[in-house]
């Protein structure tokens, strides 16, 4: 958690890769505490404009949360909350997250609709917000790095492949 602008605004953070495991016995009861204690730190923290960043990466599907259990977060934030979020970006997202979202985009608001955005490195992050008070787990860090070699490497192979050459000197 960290903020930005004149020091009200609060940035939210949120790594998903430190959820439970949908396969504990008391999965249910554990994330309904844990809405609980995100919506109440969220009334005391936010004064002004807030944001949300949802750090996906590192995360196996199986800590995910369930699109039910987002769909009650969403109605069970106030207005005054709803209204103050300037925007939820999506660090790493995966195809599932963008599928959810994809197919629940008729059923929430445009307004809210329009705050979420991607984002696919920590790179492309800190261009759009203050870094220095916001914390990123380690095993997102490692994450994103083994992301980028992976994509430099893709790079690299397709720029070394005559074939790959030709077509984009096309």
Not at 144 to 160: G, P, Y
């Amino acid at each position: 958690t960290g903020y930005y602008g004149d020091g009200l605004n609060a940035i939210i953070v949120f790594a998903a890769c430190f959820l439970p495991d949908s396969s504990r016995a008391d999965y249910n009861y554990v994330m309904e505490n844990l809405f609980l204690y995100v919506i109440s730190t969220l009334e005391l923290m936010v004064a002004e404009d807030y944001m949300i960043v949802y750090l996906n990466g590192a995360t196996p599907r199986r800590r995910m949360p369930g699109l039910g259990w987002m769909k009650k977060c969403y109605q069970m934030i106030d207005r005054r909350l709803r209204k103050n979020l300037k925007s939820f970006i999506i660090v790493h997202p995966s195809w599932f997250i963008r599928t959810i979202l994809a197919v629940t985009r008729p059923f929430i608001s445009s307004k809210f609709s329009s705050k979420i955005q991607y984002v696919n490195t920590l790179a492309e992050l800190r261009e759009m917000i203050p870094m220095e008070y916001v914390n990123i787990p380690d095993s997102i860090v490692k994450y994103d790095e083994d992301k980028c070699i992976k994509r430099r490497m893709r790079t690299s192979c397709l720029s070394n492949d005559p074939e790959m050459a030709s077509v984009e000197q096309e």
